[in-house]
């Protein structure tokens, strides 16, 4: 090495050296720019009002993924759905446009198929490069994609079944890859909507698989594993509404194949199970927040649930062992109730307890068990889902449990007879009547906030009418023992009026927040209803005559009840103060003329049934006539009513008219001695109790 090159490296080295007490200084300097004593060697400002105020908390930054979607307007809404529409309407137009070329008879077949096949394709491109590009909106690009599905779709089923061109085999393959194609770009795209029309139009495909007479157990497992890969998307994206579409149209196609295959229900039963396990799995990672939905979703859970339960029990009414497949189905409920405690999902917990008590009737429905005990637990399902909808506040749900109930009930009431007294058929007859009576007790019960079903059936008054409809059952029951113990068909139901006089005074007495608003009303309409035709029309009753005479005794003992409390401001004047301070002198008034009439009616009834002479009917109808006029006198005097002296003059008017013109040439000497004796001293009491006054 020559002595340069030596110099030179000598150099190096101690530039290097140089270089690297430069870079140490630097570090020394920085770590004393930053040393606490020389942060605490500048000065402090002692500011009270800054020393008071606390310091504030750094904000935490948000999740993106759990901030909310911002709402989008209706104008929004509408712009993001024209896509689809105007997609809809492309796929219209290309299917009319291509009827229209085959009944010109322009192209064939086979070019139609391939031109749709292009078709689809090219939408799916045109889709990815504008996607790519940033050309288009995410709307157009999912409708494209959509409309890619939509014609490949339909054109593989036209070319398979209606023009025949593609063989069946080779139409399952592209059938098949257009549904992976559907549920790939619903999974990449996040869009319900799409989710939704690929999961209906799919489920078209086990009928295609039938037309191809596939065995029903690889048809099946199709649908299964389908809905399985649904799921997948579903509960990523959260697509509540492509849930329900999906399970809806999967229970549907069980339902239709097993209609048209009459072989292997234990499959179908099967597959119906692992979709409801499915469908479970995805209803309990669904993300309902507001208790408005997710009243929805419990009546939408309990619909499909309901509708699975009653197709279960079609599956399996002719299978030896159908008493284990429902039992299973009583696990899955079982499961999803447990679920719903264990995760606090109320909702949950309620529809599957109450499905799981109506599997476990329907399993003792479908074992040996007397006709009459089926028919004593189908009211108690429908009344259970009645109570679930009351529970959870579904509205949806309400109606319609609410229809099949009354149904039930209905159909429970013209089917059984209470003969014998002790038999399962009266106690179908007794037991809607208490369903009805705790629906009404729940449905009254208090409540914080109404939502907006509730405050329209409190403004028809749908809760008070429930209990116009227990009063009615109650006495249409009623009617059925007389019809069956004491009455005919034609005649009179006495105890059904006996039992509507006495309902109708308990609804004087009792406050309307217990009974409701309109039952008094229409029970008053029906007991003067029933008063009338007691009065006016006499009855031959054959034989059992005292019926007759209790019943109208009842009716008067109710009137004269009601007068009495009316006039001493009892219980029922008190109830209905603000009417009785305009209505106390006319209701007293149509009281005692209603009496009246009533004992007038009662005599001629006596005398009709040849239990009273008629010459004796004539003078005690006068006198009854003198005793009410001294009554409406007496009472008109002590509180000064006007319209009830005016009663007592007008009937007292008549009574001497009645025994002028027609008593005297009506009755004996002894009778009218009489007669005139008892009325007399009646108008010389009534006379000195007046002037008195």
């Known amino acids: 090495m020559s002595a340069e090159m030596e110099q030179r490296i000598a150099k190096l080295e101690q530039e290097v050296v140089d270089l690297r007490q430069e870079v140490n200084a630097l570090k020394q300097h920085r770590q004393k720019e930053q040393s606490p004593k020389n942060i605490m060697s500048k000065p402090i400002i002692l500011d009270p009002s800054i020393a008071q105020k606390p310091k504030a908390k750094p904000k935490p930054e948000p999740d993106i993924e759990k901030v909310m979607k911002p709402t989008r307007s209706l104008e929004e809404r509408i712009m993001w759905a024209l896509p689809k529409v105007f997609m809809v309407i492309l796929v219209l137009g290309v299917l009319w446009g291509l009827k229209l070329v085959s009944d010109y008879g322009y192209l064939s077949n086979e070019v139609k198929i391939i031109l749709a096949y292009v078709l689809s394709v090219a939408l799916a491109v045109t889709a990815y490069v504008l996607e790519n590009k940033k050309l288009g909106s995410e709307a157009i690009t999912i409708s494209l994609y959509g409309g890619a599905f939509i014609i490949g779709i339909l054109t593989t089923a036209a070319g398979a079944i209606m023009y025949e061109v593609l063989g069946l085999y080779v139409a399952l393959m592209i059938a098949l890859f257009y549904i992976g194609y559907g549920i790939a770009i619903s999974f990449f795209k996040k869009n319900e909507v799409l989710t939704t029309f690929v999961a209906f139009t799919s489920l078209l495909l086990p009928y295609l698989l039938e037309y191809m007479e596939f065995s029903p157990v690889i048809i099946l497992g199709f649908i299964v594993v389908l809905f399985g890969a649904l799921q997948f998307v579903i509960i990523q994206h959260q697509q509540k509404i492509a849930l329900y579409v999906a399970t809806f149209f999967s229970v549907f196609a069980i339902s239709i194949l097993s209609l048209i295959n009459g072989d292997n229900k234990t499959v179908f039963a099967l597959t119906l199970l692992g979709v409801l396990a499915m469908f479970f799995m995805s209803w309990c990672r669904m993300d ?65 307890g109450t499905l799981a008590i109506l599997t476990l009737l329907n399993v003792l429905l479908v074992m040996n068990l007397p006709d009459d005990v089926d028919r004593l637990l189908l009211p108690f399902s429908a009344f259970v889902g009645v109570m679930i909808a009351l529970r959870l506040r579904a509205s949806v749900m309400k109606v319609i449990n609410s229809f099949i109930f009354m149904i039930t009930v209905l159909l429970s009431y013209f089917i059984h007879e209470p003969v014998p ?273």
């Open 421 to 693: 007294f002790f038999s399962i058929g009266h106690i179908s007859l007794v037991l809607p009547l208490v369903y009805l009576i705790v629906i009404y007790v729940y449905a009254k019960r208090p409540k914080e906030t109404l939502n907006l079903f509730e405050k329209l059936m409190k403004d028809i008054y749908a809760v008070d009418f429930l209990a116009v409809i227990t009063c009615s059952y109650f006495l249409a029951y009623i009617g059925k023992i007389d019809a069956a113990y004491f009455a005919g068909v034609t005649d009179l139901p006495h105890w059904m009026c006996i039992v509507l006089a006495v309902l109708f005074a308990g609804s004087l007495i009792v406050p309307d927040k217990y009974i409701g608003r309109v039952v008094t009303p229409i029970l008053g309409a029906f007991f003067m209803l029933i008063t009338m035709s007691l009065t006016l029309i006499p009855y031959n009753m054959q034989g059992i005559e005292w019926l007759n005479i209790v019943t109208r005794l009842v009716y008067m003992a109710v009137i004269v009840a009601i007068i009495v409390d009316i006039y001493m401001n009892g219980r029922i004047a008190q109830k209905y103060h603000k009417l009785m301070e305009k209505f106390t002198d006319h209701s007293i008034s149509t009281g005692v003329v209603l009496v009246m009439v009533s004992v007038w009616g009662l005599l001629y009834q006596l005398a009709y049934n040849q239990l009273l002479d008629w010459t004796i009917r004539i003078a005690l109808t006068t006198i009854t006539l003198f005793m009410f006029a001294s009554i409406s006198l007496w009472l008109s005097s002590v509180r000064s009513l006007r319209i009830l002296r005016l009663t007592g003059f007008t009937i007292l008017a008549f009574a001497i008219v009645k025994l002028v013109f027609f008593d005297l040439s009506a009755l004996d000497l002894l009778i009218r001695a009489l007669l005139f004796m008892t009325i007399g001293g009646l108008g010389l009491f009534l006379s000195n109790r007046l002037l008195k006054n």
């Open 288 to 352: 309902i927040v507001e208790l408005v939905w997710k009243r929805v979703h419990a009546g939408l859970l309990f619909s499909v649930s309901g509708i699975s339960l009653l197709l279960m029990n079609l599956l399996v009414s002719s299978l030896a062992y159908s008493e284990v497949l429902l039992l299973i189905m009583f696990g899955l409920f079982i499961g999803m109730t447990f679920y719903g405690h264990q995760h606090k999902l109320q909702e949950a917990f309620d529809v599957a």
